[in-house]
């Protein structure tokens, strides 16, 4: 099918040399030969005007005028294919690949039982998670190398759309034989213990209120709420300040230090077996953990279908 002297397949080919940066994944993706890839993106070049891509020893470097491009044609292609019901999607078939953007606690909590899901409802279909944590998520949303962020947000500008997944307060965690395992915490133990607490990016990357603001897309940096406990105990003692979550029981094994973390998160480390999961002694607040998409893929069929079962996931982790 061609629209004018463009043939519509070469910006298929387009969309897969810009999202893998490799002709011979893009071919595999399209079930082409790289021959074939290569033949197309020639093609493509001639109508175009422009290189497109270098190659480079990391792959195919989109030019500044692909990288301009990409975009507004991804959304045109999914666009073209709604109205024309081009290539519907059908889970069980798909051997379609979702790039989501988190955090290692949402991977932990979230992904592990989306994973499954995904097993027994689409087993060609693959996952690829990247870091929610970079500076510049919203920039790789909005070059459409990422499908779905999640994570918690407080702000979300008009060219996003997003769903909220869970609410979840917080917990603390300790090891198993502290010597506040037998009672409830108070404020004495926060002030007596030390604290282990979660903080993907501070100042110097941005942060401000705990939360740091890129392209209008302001996302969590600390994972705690920080203005609750200073309000119940001013200066507390935070020891040790981790980015990365799974490190929590290794740090409280031997040691008498406490750990604030979201309630998700606390669960599932606590069902291991080493640690254990208390209240803590004052009012933190509660958190909205959402998945943020761009608002071109609203009406692609596959997109639609990964956000609800990652919806319905998140239901059932919530409980």
């Keep these: 099918m061609s629209i004018g002297p463009t043939d519509l397949n ?4 387009f969309e897969a040399i810009y999202e893998e940066r490799n002709l ?3 071919g595999k993706r399209l079930n082409l030969t790289q021959s074939a890839v290569s033949h197309a993106l020639r093609r493509l070049r001639e109508r175009v005007g422009d290189e497109l891509f270098m190659r480079t020893g990391k792959g195919m470097v989109p030019t ?3 990288t301009a491009m990409a975009p507004a044609l991804r959304e045109s292609l999914r666009r073209i294919e709604t109205v024309l019901g081009v290539e519907p999607f059908a889970p069980e078939k798909s051997r ?16 592990a039982p989306l994973s499954r899901a995904l097993q027994a409802a689409a087993p060609g279909v693959d996952l690829v998670i990247r870091p929610s944590t970079r500076l510049d998520l919203a920039e790789q949303i909005d070059l459409g190398r990422i499908d779905l962020a ?17 609410t979840q307060g917080e917990a603390i965690l300790m090891r198993k034989g502290h010597p506040a395992a037998r009672r409830k915490l108070t404020l004495a133990d926060l002030q007596k213990y030390p604290l282990v607490t979660l903080s993907v990016g501070g100042q110097e990357e941005g942060a401000v209120g705990g939360f740091i603001v890129e392209r209008g ?10 203005h609750a406990l200073e309000a119940a105990l001013p200066a507390p003692r935070l020891r040790i300040t981790v980015p990365h ?9 031997d040691t008498n230090m406490l750990s604030i973390v979201p309630g998700s998160l606390a669960v599932a480390l606590a069902a291991g077996g080493e640690l254990l999961k208390r209240a803590p002694p ?8 959402r998945a943020v998409w761009h608002a071109r893929d609203e009406h692609d069929a596959g997109h639609a279908w990964l956000r609800e079962t990652v919806a319905r996931t998140a239901q059932e982790v919530a409980g």
């Design 217 to 226: 897309l302001a996302r969590q940096s600390e994972m705690f709420d920080r």
């Design 96 to 111: 379609r690949r979702f790039v989501i953007a988190a955090n290692d606690h949402i991977t932990a909590v979230l992904v």
């Design 24 to 26: 011979v994944l893009a």
């Design 150 to 166: 999640i994570g918690i947000f407080a702000q979300v500008p008009a060219r996003l759309n997003s769903r909220t997944l869970m």
């Design 245 to 253: 979550s799974l490190a929590i029981p290794a740090l409280l094994r």
């Design 282 to 289: 004052y009012a933190a607040g509660s958190s909205v953990l």
């Design 64 to 66: 500044g005028r692909a």
């Design 10 to 13: 070469l910006l298929k080919v």
